[in-house]
């Protein structure tokens, strides 16, 4: 298994730093690349972690993971990617500061554009399009706490792809007691997933973890982020042995409820917790004045759903969207489905 000047021969691991692009200061933000290449054939997996760089929580899973993988016992190849974003990393941003922009939104890339589009350009044809499912870990940050596998919807879920169905069960295989997606053009369109599925890839994405204090309570949430990988391994035969999930039932909920802030700035003070059900017309949140204490307006919810993230950072100023409820869509009963994928 070969990435940029990363090789890996059957039964071992190989890491290096996947050379993409130099800022105009000669800086290059690399990335590190783990590279394991399985005993045995297989198909691909690749797990990546912050692509937006202060949402860390798969970064650790993945470092957690890398340890007690053995190559020797592996079918196929795996490519973990602990963090794609080093400048919003080491900077603790979202995006990148060298250009502004948001590598996860630019793929297939630009071999031509600014720096991130430079990054999205090789690392799309290095690393994702040699995948045959991608587990990409986002998280909360400093700000949100969240727990669910957001993937995309079936273009036609009467009639949904061979892809599709690859993804449904490792959604379901990761093992979270919650899942969702977003209807289309909920947050406008996405190119770069489309650009991922055309590339013929089973990509999905972790919300997970997150929030203030998240290192002191984020023990369990690392733990079950790096669970996940192994029980999409299991589901992709690469490796053998039992899923572990939350629990067997996984709620899938329709995430179509987004609450944009109101139009005053101030403290954000959210008075619905994650996980809890809110009816159409409740107040979600309240924004006051810091210095008065006085309400400068209320955030009611416009229909009935459950918090899905939950938490906001403070003073919030601007137009952003500070709250996502869902409405359940199915329940699935894992111990009575095949899980199992096949990759040609």
């Known amino acids: 298994m070969r990435i940029g000047n990363i090789e890996a021969r059957p039964g071992s691991h190989a890491f290096g730093y996947l050379e993409v692009a130099k800022g ?49 016992t592996l079918r196929g190849n795996v490519v973990a990617v602990p963090v794609v974003n080093r400048i919003g990393f080491e900077l603790q941003d979202r995006g990148s500061k060298l250009d502004g922009k948001d590598i996860s939104r630019l793929f297939p890339g630009n071999a031509k554009g600014s720096v991130s589009d430079q990054i999205a350009y090789v690392y799309f044809n290095e690393v994702i399009k040699k995948a045959n499912a991608l587990i990409d870990y ?76 998240w290192v002191a309570n984020g023990d369990q949430n690392v733990r079950d982020a790096e669970r996940g990988i192994w029980n999409v391994m299991k589901a992709m035969k690469m490796i053998d042995g039992a899923f572990e999930f939350d629990q067997p039932e996984c709620t899938i909920y329709n995430a179509n409820v987004i609450l944009w802030k109101p139009s005053v700035d101030g403290v954000f003070i959210r008075e619905r917790r994650f996980g809890e059900f809110v009816k159409k017309g409740e107040n979600y949140a309240r924004v006051q004045d810091p210095y008065t204490g006085k309400v400068l307006g209320h955030l009611v919810n416009t229909a009935d759903g459950t918090v899905i993230p939950s938490g906001q950072e403070w003073p919030t100023m601007g137009y952003t969207s500070i709250g996502i409820l869902g409405q359940i869509a199915e329940k699935v009963d894992r111990s009575k489905v095949d899980l199992t994928v096949t990759f040609d």
């Open 24 to 72: 105009r200061s000669g800086i290059s933000p690399d990335i590190p690349v783990h590279v394991f290449a399985g005993a045995q054939p297989g198909p691909t997996l690749v797990v990546q972690g912050a692509i937006h760089g202060a949402e860390i929580i798969g970064t650790m899973a993945i470092l957690n993971f890398i340890k007690k993988l053995d190559p020797n």
């Open 138 to 213: 986002h998280a909360g940050a400093q700000t949100a706490y969240e727990r669910y596998v957001l993937f995309t919807i079936e273009k036609d879920p009467k009639n949904p792809t061979e892809l599709e169905k690859r993804r449904k069960k490792l959604v379901l295989a990761f093992g979270l007691d919650s899942a969702g997606f977003f209807p289309p053009d909920a947050f406008g369109a996405n190119k770069a997933k489309e650009a991922i599925e055309d590339a013929g890839v089973c990509a999905f994405t972790l919300e997970f973890g997150g929030g203030t204090g």
